[in-house]
């Protein structure tokens, strides 16, 4: 495995990072092992402190963290400093809530006393992806952290330069460099530490087939993961919506991160009445929208990664169009090996086509017919994945009538699905199991444990 950062924009390579040799891999575990059994010792006020500091240092920092995101996946700079300013949002939410999440909860038994007490697992591995390089980590490594435990990171191999930053970000505001370790190792290693009873948990941001080889190799060794995997979320377009809102939302949902994301809306499924003027309004938003340098200010969305996800992702379209799905906007690739790929939408999507059972991992919109509500669910239903979902509707309560047979882990009614402090964050079916985020997302690594006294 080579860990590189390569301008996607430019093709150009910026730097190159040795992976760790064994002895050195063992050193590293070491002490972390150690600095489990530290780091649990402080106060909450003092992670708490730490954590807030984090927070200032991710927005002074923020230009430069977007700099390396453009440079490293393509992110253009105002979604890199949002996406520093979120992460730093993120430490204060936990730093300011981390001890009432996991204060003792009060059962009643036949006991005098009984409550459920939470304490830290120790070492958490953390597999991380490179679409959004520092609000994946953080969103593991904030609520981690507040609950005592310590992290090793192994990002993507093409961002190494954001997985350093970060590491150092959490190093200068106070977090012991044990307690928060980057690691250049290959799946092997990964493999290895997974065996290792020095790690006592894991989690997964990512593909199916890593998450299913890492949940694998947790499951012959006992130990807990959490994971985050893909998604094609249903975004469906009822007869009596606000159209011109719901298409604008689309097109930003599409597009999110060059549609480079899990929970980016990617099946749009629309009542029969307005799929017309729905596809209509889609199209032209998303002809509006401008490719550039991520370097710039003027770009709202640049090139996907690599050139091995757009020459995967133009494969994807190729075969559906072959197999009868209609472009209603012809964007793509401008030809193999090309990052760019512009704004694409199909219609006539139907189940064979691998537009109808995949996850397209781009900028690629699907607009699927759907007879009336109950067959708009059916549509958004038949689907290996169940991560987020929105529906957009002027009837509320049928809304979340709706909300409870979709089989997603968030419904979001007339608005953009996005990942939040507040809200649990996770799937069901082949999208993963836990939750990240909110209350639950901070008790995911931590031991539940049942005190009874008499």
């Known amino acids: 495995m080579v860990y590189e950062s390569i301008n996607p924009y430019t093709g150009r390579r910026l730097r190159r990072f040795a992976t760790l040799g064994p002895a050195q891999l063992e050193r590293r575990l070491a002490r972390a092992h150690r600095a489990a059994a530290q780091w649990r010792a402080t106060s ?22 977007a700099r390396l995101m453009a440079l490293e996946m393509g992110k253009p700079l105002r979604d890199g400093r949002a996406e520093a300013q979120k992460c730093a949002s993120c430490c204060d939410y936990y730093a300011a809530h981390a001890e009432g999440f996991l204060a003792d909860e009060e059962v009643t038994t036949d006991g005098t006393r009984s409550y459920l007490s939470y304490a830290p697992l120790g070492v958490v591995l953390a597999i991380m992806p490179w679409n959004f390089p520092l609000w994946q980590v953080v969103r593991f490594a904030a609520p981690a952290l507040m609950a005592g435990n310590v992290g090793l990171l192994k990002h993507a191999p093409n961002v190494p330069q954001c997985a350093l930053a970060l590491e150092k970000l959490l190093h200068d505001a106070g977090v012991p460099p044990t307690a928060f370790q980057n690691l250049f190792i290959t799946n092997e290693q990964v493999a290895g530490l997974l065996a290792d009873d020095r790690v006592r948990a894991a989690t997964l941001t990512g593909s199916e087939r890593a998450g299913a080889a890492v949940a694998a190799a947790a499951g012959q060794h006992i130990k807990k993961t959490v994971l985050e995997l893909g998604g094609s979320d249903p975004f469906i377009v009822l007869a009596d919506a606000d159209l011109a809102l719901a298409a604008r939302t689309a097109a930003q949902a599409r597009l999110i991160n060059a549609g480079q994301s899990c929970i980016a809306a990617k099946r749009f499924i629309v009542e029969k009445p307005v799929v017309r003027e729905f596809t209509r309004l889609l199209v032209s938003h998303l002809r509006q929208l401008r490719y550039g340098d991520p370097l710039a200010d003027t770009t709202d969305y640049g090139p996907l990664a690599r050139p091995d996800l757009a020459n995967q992702l133009a494969t994807q379209v190729a075969d559906s169009v072959a ?3 209609k472009v209603e906007l012809a ?13 694409l939408v199909l219609s006539h999507v139907k189940p064979g086509q691998r537009a109808y059972a995949e996850e397209l991992f781009g900028p690629v919109a699907l607009v699927l017919t759907a007879r009336d509500a109950a067959d708009a669910v059916r549509l958004a239903n038949d689907s290996r994945f169940g991560l987020g979902a929105a529906i957009w509707t002027q009837d509320v309560a049928q809304a979340e009538r709706l909300a409870r047979q979709l089989e997603n882990g968030a419904v979001f009614i007339n608005g953009l699905v996005k990942s939040m402090n507040e809200l649990p964050f996770g799937g069901v079916k082949k999208s993963g199991y836990g939750r990240e985020l909110s209350y639950q997302g901070i008790r995911e690594f931590t031991n539940h444990k049942a005190v009874w006294i008499k």
Not at 44 to 65: K, S
Not at 331 to 343: A, I, L
């Open 44 to 65: 909450f006020a003092e992670r708490a402190a730490v954590l807030h500091r984090t927070a200032e240092l991710l927005r002074a920092r923020q230009d430069e963290l």
């Open 323 to 325: 197999l009868g799905a």
């Open 331 to 343: 964007g793509g690739q401008p030809h193999p090996g090309s990052t760019r790929f512009d704004p």
